[in-house]
Structure formats: C-alpha cells, structure tokens
C-alpha cells in the first residue's frame, strides 16, 4: 500500500514538471522513467531523491512511446522500436517526423537541407559533410534515439535553419555490477557486431563501446537520367543507364571515464574514433540522341572509387558545484581531426562515332579538417522558478581541400591535368557569448535568450588565380518562447528564433568535379552566410490515451544559399549562390492513441507551402509538399513486440524543378528471454513486395531539362541477437555543459561524458 501512495505521488511529480507520460494513471508509466534517480529530469530528482529511495523493489510495467514531443523538441525512441535491430539509421530517420530522406539518400529537417549533425553534444565535421553515407553505413542499434531540436536556444551555436538533429548513442542501463552488452545482426543490408561495457573503480567510472558494420552482400542500384538541350535538335537527348554496386565498412569506438572526488567536483575525459570504407562500382553506357530518337554517338565508362573517411575526437571537462544542486560552473575543451580521401577513376571505352583523346580521367579530392573549441557555462537555478544561464565559447577551425584531375590512356600513363593541384585553406574563428533566462509564473512559461557570435572567416587559395578572401561577421542571435500550461502536460507554446547558415568548404571550393563528361560540379568563393527568422505556434497535449501535437509555422529566408543549374558550352554546370528570399508556411501535427499498456497507434504529418523568389534567375514560383507516417505497436503479456509501421512523402518543391517523392513499409517482432532479459532475438523486412523503389527528380534551367529515375533495391530482412552480461548502477557521469560545434553547413544531449563522445 505504502509503495503505491509513493507511486502516485512519484507520478503525479513527474506530470507537474511536465514530461510526455500518460500521467493520469501512475501505471501508465514508462517503466524506465522511475528506474533510477538518473533517469527522471534533475529538477525531480533532486527534490524527491527519497521518493526513489523508497520506490527500491517496486515494479511499474509500462512502455515508453517511441514518440515525444513537447512542441519544442521530438524524440524518436530508436530502442523502442523493434526494426531497429536490423536497420541502418538511415532507414530509422526515415521514420522520424519532421525528417524526410529522399531516393538519393538526402536527409532534410523541417524541410530544410541547412540543418545541423550533433552526435552526442558534439557536431562531427565528417557526419556534417557525409551523413547519408554514414548514416546508411551505421547500424541503428549503436544508436538510442533521435532528437529533433526545432527550437535550440541561446545556449547553442546560432548555425542550421532547419534545426538541430541530435543522434544519441549510449544506452542507460539500471542494474547493479559490472555490465556488458553484445549484440550480433544479419540481414541483406548489413552485418554488424556491437560491445559494450561499463565498470567502476571506486569514484572512476568507465565505459567502453565498438561497432563494426559491413555489408557482404551490398546493395545493386539502378538510374537513368537525361538532359534535353532545348535548343539544340540534333544533339538534343543525353541519357545514361547506370547500375552501381554499394558496399562498406563501418567501425567505430568510444572510450569515456568519469571521477567524481567529491560531490562538489566532477572531472571527465572521452575519446572516439570512427572510420569508414565505402565501396562503389558503377558501370553506364551513355547515349546521345537526336530530338527524332536518331542516334548520334555513345559509349561506356566503368567509374571506380576509391574512398576513405577518418575522424578522431578527444575531450575533457571539468564542473564545479557552486553550493546547491544545479549552480554549475563547467569548463570544456574538444579537439577534432578528420579527413576524407576520395578517389574516382573513369574508364571510358566502346566508343560508337565518338572520340575521346582521355580514355582514363581521375579524379582526387582530399580533405582535412582540425578544429579546437574551449567553453565555459555557468547555470544558476535562483529559485525553483527562474534560472539564468551563462556562457562564452571560442572555437578556430582550419580545413583544407587538395584537388586535382589526372588523365591518360591508363592510370600508369595518368598525367596532371592543368597547370596545378587546387589546394586552398578555409579558417573560421568564432568567439560567442549567450545568455539566457528560463522563469514560471504560475500557469506561465518564459524562456528568452541571446547569443552574440563574432566570425572571421575566409579561404585562402595557394594555387590558381583566385582571390584570397576574408570576411568578418557580427550576428547578435535571439530566441524567445512563451508557453501557457493549461494542465499539467497541456500547453500552448509560442516561438520565435533566429538561426544563421555559413557556406562550408565544398560550397566554397572552386574546383570543378565532374563525374558525366557533360555535368560538372562547382563551388563558389563568394558566398556569404544567410539567416531564417522562424515563428510557430505549438499546442501539445500528452496527457490522456489520446495525445498529440498540432503546430503552424512560418520560415523566412534571404541570402538564402541554394544550388543551381546552369547551361555553359553543352555541359551543365551545378553551383551555389546567395539567390533570393525563401518563405515555408507548414502545417504539422502528431496524433497517438494509447489503447493500452500493450498498444499504441501514431500517425504523424506535415503540409508545406513553400514560395521562392530568385531576381538573379528570374524564378518565381510556390508550390505544396506534404508527408504522412502512421506506426503501430504491440506488446505480449508473454514479452512479444510486434511493430508496423509505413509513410510516404509527395514530391518536393525545389528552385528549379521537383524533387523525388518517396515510400516505405516494414514489420518487425522481438522478444526477451531468461532472467532480466539477458537475451533479445528480433527480426524484420522492409519494402519486401518489390525489388526496387523509384525516385524521379526533375530540373529545368534556361536552354536545358534534366531528368533522372533512380531505382533503388531498398528491400530488407533481418535478425538479431542481443545478450546482456553481469550488472551495474552507475553510469559514467557527465558535466552539465556541452560543446556544440553546430557553426558548419553540413545535441541536447541528457547523456554525454563532458557532452562529447560517441
């Protein structure tokens, strides 16, 4: 009976600090939500630590939703969801709202490409520059869950208009000892293979984790694409047929450590390291066409790349208790280093009225990345209504780009092409200062901050005869929110922020990279930074069995950086440019029925207006896109999950065409045995009907149209194994401020060493 009365009082505290549990009834739950003191926000534990001392031995059953939302952030819980055991996390982002990943493996946030990576409370200069293909590469059990933070705050970098996409790796365990997790996954995408432990020595906590992933089977795509030169009819239809071979392999490691001397010091040290070998072969036969359908020429060429993505990430953090809980004074420092090698060699041969003097064309593109960042907050919770945050932050980043083109009859005979290598050093240093003020008054909620960042940047060329350029920049960032609770868990909120976008290194970059004899990709070193005002309306309400979120939003852009298409001597050019004012008005809304304990239906959309207006390329032009998703699941009295789940989005509005619309379906079951769970087998399939999706594009420029259809075999089966060793309590500990490097074009994080680590 006691432990009952404390359940009650334990939920209906949980309510009152408003989290996403379906609170009206205590049994409702989630049942890792009481687990440990760890495991429920600060301001709760803090005030009822005997509560949970008390609850030691009671059982609450429940599950926790696989989506939350509080209008200001969205949670997809990836652990939750049983497909998860065998997928990528690129398969898993394509389940997330607000999140859309197109045919070509593009990922948007709020419908926004400018958005920013955080792993862990760290932005990865790799993942920024590659996430699709990591993404695909990394198993979605290295991975706990998927935020989407819509409204980051003064606290964090000023940079992403689309938001901030936080990908959180560890996971919290609750049971008492040392611990170790291994899991093993087969399935036609990947194999992969996990371990993870944890172990404390006296006041030393650590952890360790290591993934690998390959996929031995690999992956067969198809596409076709076509350029129609509308003022040409002779030369008029440019197609290709292309199949390609995709393959990889993934490896990654953390090692994190905690010491706690005392209860008013914290020290931290965490390290990780991940390296990635995709592989990829593609063969295509090219034609060209008269407008008639008469042929004119063709030929073939095989495409052999060699590629190589490295990073390493040390940290440290020290925090300071300043007398009661939650008065912090944090220090932080994150050191980064990555490179990319990527290597294409194309053959070309079978010519058929068609001379080419090149029959071999390489080409190199290397790039480093180092960056050190240093950062200091200060949290001050005055009273148990109003806290004030602190903080400044420093952080000087070098890149460098080594480019160049070889040619010849073979790779032995390969000479430079041109007169140099294309080398050039882009800097960026960044000093910010921020704050930010959270208070309650009675049913009311503010939250106001502002964030000054002082930015030199530029880009250095050391060959060619491009312009060394330096560019200083003074932004002065605010936010602002008020929201209305009506119940506990019910509110109204209302939002304003402003988020910034800087051009990164392949934006910047000159070089021009063609993979089509007729295509070539291009950056330029003229682009400047662009800025998105954003403001939404949000009502919430995760109360009952029937909960939800519905929002209406509105995103202004000028300087907006966009990719374009141009026609330039048959060949179409691809590059960037500050071009015009964007403006998005979207509808979204999220609906969840909580039949039961064991079932629960979601179904989650968006509805977009968006309108360009480009004076440069005389483009003025609007249109709606739209997705919907829906995700039902299903717990056994016997521990059996059951899990569907489907969605699909419309075409999308581009500058100048239309993008790919996309689908997707899958069904997965899991289910624990002996005692405390120790193992996990599950298994799924995924777009299984069909061998291949399709995914059009469309762009049309002046004097030219480009089409393509790319077919991609996305269909999936799997199985997993999971086994769990031993038992621990602790959990290595974290300082109370993270370093997020969010500066770059392409997380809150509650569970980050020192707010780093993978």
Do not use: C
């Not at 898993?92 to 409370?121: A, C, H, Q, T, W």
């Not at 490295?310 to 009661?324: C, F, K």
């Not at 944090?330 to 001379?355: A, K, P, T």
């Amino acid at each position: 009976m006691e432990a009952r009365k404390i359940r009650m009082l334990l939920a209906a505290t949980i309510v009152a600090a408003g989290t996403t549990a379906a609170a009206q009834d205590p049994t409702q739950l989630p049942a890792d939500t009481i687990k440990t003191n760890q495991q429920v926000p600060d301001s709760i534990s803090d005030q009822f630590a005997d509560i949970f001392t008390q609850l030691e031995g009671v059982t609450v059953t429940g599950t926790k939703p696989v989506i939350q939302s509080d209008g200001a952030k969205l949670t997809y819980n990836v652990d939750e969801d049983p497909s998860s055991k065998n997928n990528t996390v690129l398969e898993m982002l394509r389940k997330v709202p607000m999140v859309s990943v197109d045919g070509e493996d593009n990922i948007r946030v709020n419908g926004e490409s400018n958005f920013k990576i955080y792993v862990n409370g760290k932005e990865d200069p790799m993942l920024s520059a590659n996430a699709s293909t990591i993404f695909k590469s990394m198993p979605a059990t290295a991975i706990r869950k998927i935020e989407v933070i819509n409204e980051p705050g003064a606290k964090y970098d000023a940079e992403g208009s689309g938001g901030i996409l936080n990908i959180v790796t560890e996971t919290q365990q609750s049971i008492n000892g040392y611990l170790l997790n291994a899991t093993l996954s087969i399935s036609k995408m990947n194999t992969a293979a996990s371990l993870y432990g944890r172990t404390r020595v006296n006041k030393v906590t650590m952890d360790a984790n290591l993934t690998y992933a390959n996929s031995f089977i690999g992956r067969k795509d198809k596409s076709e694409s076509e350029i129609e030169y509308l003022n040409d009819p002779t030369n008029h239809f440019l197609r290709e047929h292309l199949t390609q071979n995709q393959k990889f392999g993934f490896l990654n490691g953390s090692y994190n450590l905690s010491w706690e001397p005392d209860t008013l010091n914290l020290f931290t040290l965490g390290v990780s390291g991940m390296t990635i070998d995709p592989s990829l072969k593609v063969n295509s036969i090219t034609t060209m066409t008269s407008a008639n359908g008469d042929p004119v020429y063709s030929y073939r060429r095989k495409m052999d790349p060699n590629l190589e993505m490295e990073d390493i990430s040390v940290n440290a953090s020290y925090q300071r208790t300043l007398g009661r809980q939650g008065h912090n004074l944090v220090f932080s420092y994150l050191y980064d280093f990555s490179n990319q090698n990527i290597d294409f060699d194309n053959y070309y041969s079978d010519f058929d009225n068609y001379e080419m003097e090149i029959p071999f064309l390489g080409n190199r593109m290397h790039y480093y990345n180092n960056s050190h960042t240093a950062q200091i907050d200060y949290v001050n919770p005055i009273n148990e209504h109003h806290t004030l945050e602190f903080g400044a932050k420093g952080l000087f980043r070098r890149n460098r780009s080594d480019s160049w083109n070889i040619g010849g009859s073979s790779p032995e005979s390969a000479i430079l092409l041109g007169t140099d290598h294309d080398r050039l050093l882009q800097y960026q240093d960044i000093a910010a200062l921020y704050g930010s003020y959270t208070g309650t008054y009675g049913k009311w909620g503010i939250k106001a901050g502002v964030r000054y960042e002082y930015t030199h940047m530029g880009v250095d060329f050391r060959t060619g005869d491009q312009q060394d350029f330096t560019s200083i920049l003074n932004d002065v960032v605010p936010n602002a929110a008020i929201t209305y609770n009506f119940q506990p868990a019910e509110n109204l909120r209302f939002a304003y922020q402003m988020r910034i976008f800087r051009p990164n290194i392949e934006q910047l970059n000159p070089y021009r990279f063609s993979m089509e004899e007729n295509q070539v990709r291009e950056g330029n070193p003229d682009l400047s930074s662009e800025r998105t005002n954003v403001v939404s309306l949000t009502y919430s309400n995760f109360m009952n069995k029937i909960f939800g979120s519905v929002g209406v939003e509105w995103r202004y852009l000028h300087d907006m950086i966009t990719s374009y298409d141009h026609l330039e001597d048959k060949i179409v050019y691809s590059s960037y440019a500050n071009m015009g004012i964007k403006n998005n008005f979207r509808l979204n809304g999220m609906l969840g029925w909580r039949f039961s304990q064991a079932m629960d239906v979601t179904i989650n959309g968006s509805l977009n207006y968006i309108h360009y207006n480009a004076g440069a390329l005389d483009i003025h032009k609007g249109g709606v896109e739209g997705n919907a998703f829906l995700g039902w699941n299903y717990r056994f009295n016997n521990g059996l999950r059951l899990s569907l789940n489907g969605g699909g989005s419309t075409r999308g509005v581009t500058l100048q065409g239309k993008g790919s619309s996309f689908y997707f379906y899958g069904l997965s079951a899991s289910k624990s045995f002996l005692k405390e769970d120790r193992l996990t087998l599950a298994v799924n399939a995924s777009n299984f009907l069909t061998p291949y999706t399709h995914f059009n594009r469309y762009t049309e420029a002046p004097g030219v149209i480009t089409r393509s259809n790319f077919k991609a075999a996305n269909w999936n089966v799997g199985v997993s194994v999971t086994w769990k060793f031993g038992s621990l309590k602790s959990d290595v500990k974290k300082t109370d401020a993270n370093i997020d490097n969010n500066d770059t074009s392409k997380t809150d994080n509650s569970n980050s060493v020192g707010g780093f680590g993978m």
